[in-house]
């Protein structure tokens, strides 16, 4: 069955830096977009950031732009997002979701998200 797992979240203070894993089984990531989101306290799951199925496209929301890369490595089944210069509004849950044979994330055409990881950013 598709599984996705996120980890490397945690507490981090301001100005700090983490890298996000996203480990994919029960297909191989190479046949797949793959996509971070995250949801803050009332509000909604918004894209983070996506990583086209033939890696031509790469897409960044403009608060992260500068700060975050996504990354893959196929052979390993797992996705990254380094997080760097974090700042206090990074705070949320971050989701890792995958879409099938997608040049693009489309929040409503993911096939399979993780449960999320908790990311805080604190003084």
């Known amino acids: 069955q598709l599984q996705v797992v996120e980890s490397g979240g945690g507490l981090v203070q301001p100005g700090g830096s983490l890298r996000l894993s996203c480990a994919v089984s029960?297909?191989?990531?190479?046949?797949?977009?793959v996509a971070w989101f995250r949801q803050a306290p009332g509000k909604e799951r918004e894209e983070v950031s996506c990583n086209g199925v033939d890696s031509d496209y790469t897409n960044y929301a403009r608060p992260v732009k500068g700060r975050f890369t996504i990354s893959r490595d196929n052979a390993k089944n797992t996705a990254y997002l380094q997080m760097n210069n974090l700042e206090l509004q990074d705070t949320a849950v971050y989701y890792c979701?995958?879409?099938?044979?997608?040049?693009?994330?489309?929040?409503?055409?993911?096939?399979?998200w993780g449960k999320g990881i908790q990311v805080n950013v604190s003084s």
């Open positions: 979701g995958v879409l099938g044979r997608a040049i693009a994330c489309p929040k409503a055409a993911v096939d399979r």
């Open positions: 029960g297909a191989s990531l190479n046949d797949y977009a």
